[in-house]
Protein backbone atom coordinates (compact mmCIF):
# COMPACT_ATOMS: atom_id res chain seq x y z
CA UNK A 1 0.00 0.00 0.00
CA UNK A 2 3.29 2.18 -0.20
CA UNK A 3 2.02 3.48 -3.45
CA UNK A 4 -1.07 5.18 -2.00
CA UNK A 5 0.38 6.93 1.09
CA UNK A 6 2.80 8.26 -2.00
CA UNK A 7 -0.34 9.48 -3.75
CA UNK A 8 -1.63 11.90 -0.91
CA UNK A 9 1.72 13.93 -0.10
CA UNK A 10 0.34 17.34 -0.99
CA UNK A 11 -2.92 17.58 0.25
CA UNK A 12 -5.68 20.51 -0.35
CA UNK A 13 -4.48 22.59 2.85
CA UNK A 14 -1.09 22.84 1.30
CA UNK A 15 -2.42 23.88 -1.86
CA UNK A 16 -4.60 26.53 -0.51
CA UNK A 17 -1.15 28.24 0.89
CA UNK A 18 -0.06 29.10 -2.18
CA UNK A 19 0.09 33.20 -3.05
CA UNK A 20 -2.11 34.11 -5.36
CA UNK A 21 -3.95 30.89 -5.78
CA UNK A 22 -7.53 31.21 -7.09
CA UNK A 23 -10.53 29.95 -5.01
CA UNK A 24 -10.93 25.88 -5.94
CA UNK A 25 -13.62 23.80 -5.26
CA UNK A 26 -12.86 20.97 -2.66
CA UNK A 27 -10.97 18.23 -4.53
CA UNK A 28 -12.78 15.00 -4.72
CA UNK A 29 -10.96 11.52 -4.29
CA UNK A 30 -10.42 9.84 -7.25
CA UNK A 31 -11.63 6.33 -6.32
CA UNK A 32 -10.79 4.64 -9.52
CA UNK A 33 -7.12 4.85 -8.89
CA UNK A 34 -7.69 3.33 -5.79
CA UNK A 35 -9.76 0.85 -7.17
CA UNK A 36 -7.32 -0.03 -9.66
CA UNK A 37 -4.30 0.36 -7.39
CA UNK A 38 -5.99 -2.54 -4.82
CA UNK A 39 -6.82 -4.92 -7.64
CA UNK A 40 -2.88 -4.84 -8.94
CA UNK A 41 -1.83 -5.08 -5.25
CA UNK A 42 -3.94 -8.31 -5.02
CA UNK A 43 -3.20 -9.25 -8.38
CA UNK A 44 0.70 -9.09 -7.31
CA UNK A 45 0.07 -11.12 -3.64
CA UNK A 46 -2.24 -14.05 -5.59
CA UNK A 47 0.47 -14.87 -7.77
CA UNK A 48 3.04 -14.47 -4.90
CA UNK A 49 1.26 -16.98 -2.77
CA UNK A 50 -0.01 -19.16 -5.71
CA UNK A 51 2.38 -18.98 -8.25
CA UNK A 52 1.27 -20.02 -12.08
CA UNK A 53 2.40 -23.28 -13.69
CA UNK A 54 4.24 -21.59 -16.94
CA UNK A 55 7.88 -21.20 -17.13
CA UNK A 56 8.40 -17.85 -17.88
CA UNK A 57 5.64 -16.32 -15.74
CA UNK A 58 6.86 -18.20 -12.89
CA UNK A 59 9.89 -16.85 -12.66
CA UNK A 60 8.24 -12.76 -13.29
CA UNK A 61 5.23 -13.59 -10.39
CA UNK A 62 7.07 -16.15 -7.67
CA UNK A 63 9.73 -15.13 -5.31
CA UNK A 64 10.19 -18.35 -4.06
CA UNK A 65 11.85 -20.05 -7.27
CA UNK A 66 10.54 -22.67 -9.69
CA UNK A 67 9.88 -26.18 -8.92
CA UNK A 68 8.16 -28.18 -12.08
CA UNK A 69 6.81 -31.25 -10.03
CA UNK A 70 3.72 -30.72 -12.10
CA UNK A 71 5.72 -31.44 -15.72
CA UNK A 72 3.04 -33.68 -17.77
CA UNK A 73 4.21 -37.65 -17.71
CA UNK A 74 6.81 -39.30 -20.63
CA UNK A 75 4.79 -40.25 -23.43
CA UNK A 76 2.87 -43.54 -23.95
CA UNK A 77 5.00 -45.77 -26.53
CA UNK A 78 4.69 -45.69 -29.67
CA UNK A 79 2.27 -48.76 -30.99
CA UNK A 80 3.53 -51.23 -33.09
CA UNK A 81 2.09 -51.58 -36.40
CA UNK A 82 0.26 -54.69 -35.46
CA UNK A 83 -0.99 -53.49 -32.00
CA UNK A 84 -3.04 -50.47 -34.07
CA UNK A 85 -4.53 -53.10 -36.63
CA UNK A 86 -5.64 -55.13 -33.48
CA UNK A 87 -6.69 -51.71 -32.17
CA UNK A 88 -8.68 -50.40 -34.84
CA UNK A 89 -10.20 -53.58 -35.22
CA UNK A 90 -11.44 -53.82 -31.69
CA UNK A 91 -12.34 -50.05 -31.63
CA UNK A 92 -14.89 -50.19 -34.50
CA UNK A 93 -16.95 -53.35 -33.05
CA UNK A 94 -17.07 -51.92 -29.61
CA UNK A 95 -18.35 -48.60 -30.93
CA UNK A 96 -20.96 -50.28 -33.27
CA UNK A 97 -24.36 -49.94 -31.16
CA UNK A 98 -25.98 -54.02 -30.83
CA UNK A 99 -28.32 -55.03 -32.76
CA UNK A 100 -31.34 -56.44 -30.81
CA UNK A 101 -32.65 -59.64 -31.96
CA UNK A 102 -36.15 -60.07 -32.01
CA UNK A 103 -35.44 -63.66 -30.34
CA UNK A 104 -32.57 -63.39 -28.38
CA UNK A 105 -31.39 -66.13 -26.55
CA UNK A 106 -28.15 -67.34 -24.65
CA UNK A 107 -25.85 -69.55 -25.57
CA UNK A 108 -24.75 -72.18 -23.27
CA UNK A 109 -21.24 -73.52 -23.87
CA UNK A 110 -20.24 -76.42 -22.39
CA UNK A 111 -16.89 -77.60 -22.18
CA UNK A 112 -16.68 -81.54 -21.27
CA UNK A 113 -14.09 -84.10 -21.67
CA UNK A 114 -16.98 -86.07 -22.52
CA UNK A 115 -20.47 -87.34 -20.61
CA UNK A 116 -22.70 -84.78 -19.10
CA UNK A 117 -23.45 -86.00 -15.83
CA UNK A 118 -25.83 -83.33 -14.66
CA UNK A 119 -27.86 -83.65 -18.00
CA UNK A 120 -31.16 -84.27 -16.54
CA UNK A 121 -30.76 -81.26 -14.02
CA UNK A 122 -30.16 -79.17 -17.11
CA UNK A 123 -32.72 -80.72 -18.86
CA UNK A 124 -35.07 -79.58 -16.47
CA UNK A 125 -34.04 -75.98 -16.10
CA UNK A 126 -34.24 -75.78 -19.89
CA UNK A 127 -37.90 -77.20 -19.64
CA UNK A 128 -40.61 -74.78 -21.28
CA UNK A 129 -38.12 -72.38 -22.73
CA UNK A 130 -37.86 -72.86 -26.05
CA UNK A 131 -36.42 -70.66 -28.51
CA UNK A 132 -34.29 -68.52 -25.96
CA UNK A 133 -31.32 -70.38 -25.44
CA UNK A 134 -28.95 -72.32 -27.58
CA UNK A 135 -26.74 -74.93 -26.33
CA UNK A 136 -23.40 -76.16 -27.72
CA UNK A 137 -20.85 -79.26 -26.61
CA UNK A 138 -17.44 -79.48 -26.90
CA UNK A 139 -16.21 -82.76 -25.93
CA UNK A 140 -12.50 -83.41 -26.00
CA UNK A 141 -12.43 -86.76 -25.34
CA UNK A 142 -15.20 -89.33 -25.34
CA UNK A 143 -18.49 -88.60 -27.58
CA UNK A 144 -21.24 -88.25 -24.69
CA UNK A 145 -24.22 -90.47 -24.83
CA UNK A 146 -27.26 -87.48 -24.63
CA UNK A 147 -30.86 -88.46 -22.23
CA UNK A 148 -31.88 -85.16 -23.25
CA UNK A 149 -33.60 -83.33 -26.47
CA UNK A 150 -31.57 -80.00 -26.23
CA UNK A 151 -28.29 -81.68 -26.02
CA UNK A 152 -29.15 -84.47 -28.79
CA UNK A 153 -26.42 -83.44 -32.01
CA UNK A 154 -25.41 -80.14 -30.36
CA UNK A 155 -21.80 -81.26 -30.07
CA UNK A 156 -19.23 -79.21 -32.07
CA UNK A 157 -16.02 -80.18 -33.56
CA UNK A 158 -13.81 -81.04 -31.24
CA UNK A 159 -10.07 -81.64 -30.40
CA UNK A 160 -7.88 -82.59 -27.45
CA UNK A 161 -7.91 -80.33 -24.11
CA UNK A 162 -4.80 -80.56 -21.54
CA UNK A 163 -5.51 -79.03 -18.61
CA UNK A 164 -3.32 -75.41 -18.01
CA UNK A 165 -2.52 -75.37 -22.06
CA UNK A 166 -3.11 -73.45 -24.64
CA UNK A 167 -5.61 -75.95 -26.06
CA UNK A 168 -8.34 -75.14 -23.17
CA UNK A 169 -8.09 -71.44 -24.81
CA UNK A 170 -9.03 -72.85 -28.12
CA UNK A 171 -11.75 -75.36 -26.93
CA UNK A 172 -13.62 -72.12 -25.87
CA UNK A 173 -12.45 -69.78 -28.77
CA UNK A 174 -13.92 -72.87 -31.22
CA UNK A 175 -17.10 -72.99 -28.64
CA UNK A 176 -17.70 -68.75 -29.06
CA UNK A 177 -17.02 -69.44 -33.05
CA UNK A 178 -19.78 -71.89 -33.36
CA UNK A 179 -22.37 -70.12 -30.94
CA UNK A 180 -21.55 -66.68 -32.91
CA UNK A 181 -22.91 -68.26 -36.08
CA UNK A 182 -26.79 -68.07 -34.96
CA UNK A 183 -27.51 -63.92 -34.98
CA UNK A 184 -29.92 -64.42 -32.06
CA UNK A 185 -27.08 -65.67 -29.67
CA UNK A 186 -26.82 -62.45 -27.58
CA UNK A 187 -24.78 -63.81 -24.74
CA UNK A 188 -22.75 -66.51 -23.93
CA UNK A 189 -22.32 -68.76 -21.24
CA UNK A 190 -18.78 -71.38 -20.61
CA UNK A 191 -19.88 -73.76 -18.18
CA UNK A 192 -18.22 -77.09 -17.09
CA UNK A 193 -19.35 -80.67 -16.99
CA UNK A 194 -19.20 -80.10 -13.14
CA UNK A 195 -21.48 -77.14 -13.55
CA UNK A 196 -25.11 -76.46 -12.09
CA UNK A 197 -27.59 -73.93 -12.43
CA UNK A 198 -28.53 -71.69 -8.82
CA UNK A 199 -31.35 -69.89 -10.06
CA UNK A 200 -34.19 -70.90 -12.61
CA UNK A 201 -34.18 -69.94 -16.22
CA UNK A 202 -35.93 -66.96 -16.30
CA UNK A 203 -33.90 -65.68 -13.19
CA UNK A 204 -30.61 -66.43 -15.48
CA UNK A 205 -31.76 -65.26 -18.58
CA UNK A 206 -33.05 -61.57 -17.18
CA UNK A 207 -29.79 -61.32 -15.27
CA UNK A 208 -27.20 -62.20 -18.56
CA UNK A 209 -29.56 -60.35 -21.30
CA UNK A 210 -30.47 -57.08 -19.14
CA UNK A 211 -26.56 -56.94 -17.81
CA UNK A 212 -24.74 -53.71 -19.48
CA UNK A 213 -21.89 -55.69 -19.14
CA UNK A 214 -19.69 -59.23 -19.52
CA UNK A 215 -18.81 -61.10 -16.25
CA UNK A 216 -15.45 -62.23 -16.98
CA UNK A 217 -12.85 -62.56 -13.74
CA UNK A 218 -10.23 -60.53 -13.30
CA UNK A 219 -8.00 -59.15 -10.65
CA UNK A 220 -4.33 -58.58 -10.38
CA UNK A 221 -1.65 -61.19 -8.61
CA UNK A 222 1.19 -59.69 -7.17
CA UNK A 223 2.09 -63.69 -6.00
CA UNK A 224 4.46 -66.43 -7.94
CA UNK A 225 0.38 -67.37 -9.29
CA UNK A 226 0.05 -64.13 -10.95
CA UNK A 227 2.56 -61.52 -11.33
CA UNK A 228 5.49 -64.10 -11.09
CA UNK A 229 4.38 -66.43 -14.30
CA UNK A 230 4.31 -63.06 -16.71
CA UNK A 231 7.59 -63.40 -19.47
CA UNK A 232 9.14 -60.13 -21.24
CA UNK A 233 9.12 -62.38 -23.97
CA UNK A 234 5.05 -60.76 -24.11
CA UNK A 235 6.86 -57.21 -24.43
CA UNK A 236 6.29 -54.84 -26.16
CA UNK A 237 2.33 -55.65 -26.17
CA UNK A 238 1.86 -57.14 -23.26
CA UNK A 239 3.49 -55.61 -19.83
CA UNK A 240 3.56 -56.81 -16.28
CA UNK A 241 1.41 -53.81 -14.95
CA UNK A 242 -1.29 -55.29 -17.45
CA UNK A 243 -0.87 -58.86 -16.51
CA UNK A 244 -4.56 -60.27 -14.94
CA UNK A 245 -5.36 -63.31 -13.70
CA UNK A 246 -9.01 -64.81 -13.09
CA UNK A 247 -11.15 -67.78 -13.50
CA UNK A 248 -11.54 -69.39 -16.74
CA UNK A 249 -15.71 -69.48 -16.09
CA UNK A 250 -17.34 -66.36 -18.15
CA UNK A 251 -20.37 -65.35 -19.52
CA UNK A 252 -20.21 -62.34 -22.06
CA UNK A 253 -21.50 -60.02 -24.44
CA UNK A 254 -22.07 -60.74 -28.67
CA UNK A 255 -19.81 -57.44 -29.03
CA UNK A 256 -16.90 -58.89 -26.70
CA UNK A 257 -17.24 -62.53 -28.19
CA UNK A 258 -16.59 -60.91 -31.28
CA UNK A 259 -13.49 -59.39 -30.59
CA UNK A 260 -12.27 -62.64 -28.59
CA UNK A 261 -12.58 -64.21 -32.22
CA UNK A 262 -11.08 -61.11 -34.17
CA UNK A 263 -7.73 -61.02 -31.97
CA UNK A 264 -5.15 -62.70 -33.27
CA UNK A 265 -2.25 -60.27 -32.10
CA UNK A 266 -2.34 -60.92 -27.92
CA UNK A 267 -3.63 -64.69 -27.95
CA UNK A 268 -0.93 -65.13 -30.20
CA UNK A 269 1.50 -63.54 -27.11
CA UNK A 270 -0.51 -66.09 -24.63
CA UNK A 271 0.46 -69.38 -27.05
CA UNK A 272 3.80 -68.89 -27.38
CA UNK A 273 4.69 -67.04 -23.90
CA UNK A 274 1.96 -68.12 -21.35
CA UNK A 275 3.27 -72.22 -21.19
CA UNK A 276 5.08 -74.55 -19.14
CA UNK A 277 8.39 -73.67 -18.95
CA UNK A 278 8.80 -70.71 -20.29
CA UNK A 279 11.31 -68.49 -18.75
CA UNK A 280 11.03 -71.51 -15.97
CA UNK A 281 7.92 -70.35 -14.74
CA UNK A 282 4.21 -72.52 -15.29
CA UNK A 283 2.15 -69.83 -16.75
CA UNK A 284 -1.49 -71.00 -17.34
CA UNK A 285 -3.02 -69.56 -20.23
CA UNK A 286 -7.20 -70.18 -19.70
CA UNK A 287 -5.95 -68.29 -16.35
CA UNK A 288 -4.19 -65.12 -17.59
CA UNK A 289 -4.97 -64.56 -21.55
CA UNK A 290 -9.32 -63.13 -21.29
CA UNK A 291 -8.72 -61.43 -17.89
CA UNK A 292 -5.68 -59.31 -19.54
CA UNK A 293 -6.93 -59.44 -22.74
CA UNK A 294 -9.97 -57.42 -21.43
CA UNK A 295 -8.17 -55.16 -18.77
CA UNK A 296 -6.49 -53.82 -21.80
CA UNK A 297 -8.91 -53.00 -24.48
CA UNK A 298 -12.27 -52.68 -22.26
CA UNK A 299 -11.83 -52.36 -19.02
CA UNK A 300 -14.73 -50.95 -18.51
CA UNK A 301 -16.76 -53.49 -19.94
CA UNK A 302 -16.40 -56.74 -17.68
CA UNK A 303 -17.85 -56.37 -14.02
CA UNK A 304 -14.29 -58.18 -12.92
CA UNK A 305 -16.04 -60.99 -11.42
CA UNK A 306 -17.98 -64.74 -12.35
CA UNK A 307 -20.75 -65.62 -11.76
CA UNK A 308 -20.23 -69.23 -11.64
CA UNK A 309 -19.03 -70.25 -7.78
CA UNK A 310 -16.40 -72.34 -6.67
CA UNK A 311 -14.80 -73.09 -3.13
CA UNK A 312 -11.21 -72.74 -2.74
CA UNK A 313 -11.10 -72.90 0.46
CA UNK A 314 -8.69 -75.87 0.73
CA UNK A 315 -6.40 -73.79 -0.90
CA UNK A 316 -5.33 -76.56 -3.27
CA UNK A 317 -4.54 -76.41 -7.07
CA UNK A 318 -7.81 -77.36 -7.95
CA UNK A 319 -10.82 -76.56 -6.11
CA UNK A 320 -13.45 -78.13 -3.65
CA UNK A 321 -15.40 -81.43 -5.21
CA UNK A 322 -19.18 -81.34 -3.68
CA UNK A 323 -19.83 -85.28 -2.79
CA UNK A 324 -23.43 -86.26 -2.17
CA UNK A 325 -23.23 -85.62 1.49
CA UNK A 326 -22.28 -81.90 1.20
CA UNK A 327 -25.19 -81.35 -0.88
CA UNK A 328 -28.25 -80.12 1.10
CA UNK A 329 -30.54 -77.06 0.93
CA UNK A 330 -28.81 -74.75 3.11
CA UNK A 331 -25.85 -75.43 1.46
CA UNK A 332 -27.38 -74.18 -1.88
CA UNK A 333 -28.78 -71.35 -0.29
CA UNK A 334 -25.58 -70.17 1.14
CA UNK A 335 -23.87 -70.14 -2.11
CA UNK A 336 -27.11 -67.96 -3.48
CA UNK A 337 -26.64 -66.04 -0.71
CA UNK A 338 -23.45 -64.42 -1.54
CA UNK A 339 -22.94 -60.96 -2.27
CA UNK A 340 -19.51 -60.43 -2.26
CA UNK A 341 -16.96 -61.83 -4.44
CA UNK A 342 -13.76 -62.61 -3.34
CA UNK A 343 -10.26 -62.95 -4.90
CA UNK A 344 -7.20 -64.34 -2.72
CA UNK A 345 -3.28 -63.13 -3.93
CA UNK A 346 -0.59 -65.76 -3.86
CA UNK A 347 1.86 -63.78 -2.40
CA UNK A 348 2.69 -64.34 1.36
CA UNK A 349 0.64 -62.33 2.57
CA UNK A 350 -2.25 -63.58 0.86
CA UNK A 351 -4.84 -60.64 0.67
CA UNK A 352 -8.37 -61.18 0.91
CA UNK A 353 -9.70 -58.95 -2.10
CA UNK A 354 -13.33 -58.27 -1.45
CA UNK A 355 -16.05 -56.19 -3.45
CA UNK A 356 -19.61 -56.33 -3.69
CA UNK A 357 -21.16 -57.92 -6.62
CA UNK A 358 -23.41 -55.13 -8.86
CA UNK A 359 -25.19 -55.66 -11.46
CA UNK A 360 -26.13 -52.61 -13.44
CA UNK A 361 -24.75 -50.51 -10.90
CA UNK A 362 -27.03 -52.56 -8.05
CA UNK A 363 -26.26 -54.87 -5.30
CA UNK A 364 -27.00 -58.35 -6.49
CA UNK A 365 -26.34 -62.29 -5.66
CA UNK A 366 -22.99 -62.89 -7.23
CA UNK A 367 -23.57 -66.47 -8.66
CA UNK A 368 -26.10 -68.04 -11.24
CA UNK A 369 -23.89 -71.60 -11.63
CA UNK A 370 -21.41 -73.47 -9.05
CA UNK A 371 -18.96 -76.12 -9.54
CA UNK A 372 -17.52 -78.54 -8.76
CA UNK A 373 -20.40 -81.01 -8.04
CA UNK A 374 -19.59 -84.96 -8.16
CA UNK A 375 -22.28 -86.90 -10.33
CA UNK A 376 -23.43 -88.95 -7.10
CA UNK A 377 -25.23 -85.87 -6.37
CA UNK A 378 -27.68 -85.69 -9.23
CA UNK A 379 -29.80 -87.10 -7.35
CA UNK A 380 -29.63 -84.90 -4.50
CA UNK A 381 -29.88 -81.90 -6.64
CA UNK A 382 -32.74 -82.75 -8.38
CA UNK A 383 -35.20 -82.89 -5.62
CA UNK A 384 -34.03 -79.93 -4.26
CA UNK A 385 -34.06 -77.89 -7.58
CA UNK A 386 -37.69 -76.65 -7.24
CA UNK A 387 -36.61 -75.44 -3.80
CA UNK A 388 -33.52 -73.64 -4.26
CA UNK A 389 -33.84 -72.19 -7.38
CA UNK A 390 -36.81 -69.91 -6.26
CA UNK A 391 -34.36 -68.51 -3.27
Known sequence: MKSVKAWRVGNVGDLQILPGSRHRPH???????????????????????????????????????????????????ELTDNEIASRVVIRDILNTPA??????????????????????????????????????????????????????NREIRSEQVVWGRISMVDAERRLLANALKDPDNQHFVLLSDSCVPLHDFDYVYNYLMYSNMSFIDCFEDPGPHGNGRYSERMLPEVELKDFRKGAQWFTMKRQHALIVMADSLYYSKFRDYCKHGVDGKNCIADEHYLPTFFHMIDPGGIANRSVTHVDWSERKWHPKSYKRSDVSYDLLKNITSVYLSEHVTSDEQRTVLMRPCLWNGI??????????????????LLNLFSNYTTL
Open 99 to 152: VRSKNSKVAFLFLTPGPLPFEKLWDKFFHGHEGRFSVYVHASRDKPVHFSRYFI
Open 27 to 77: LKRPMWIIVLVTMVVLFLVCAYMYPPHTRGACYVFSSRGCKFEWLPPSPVR
Open 363 to 380: RRPCYLFARKFRPDTLDN
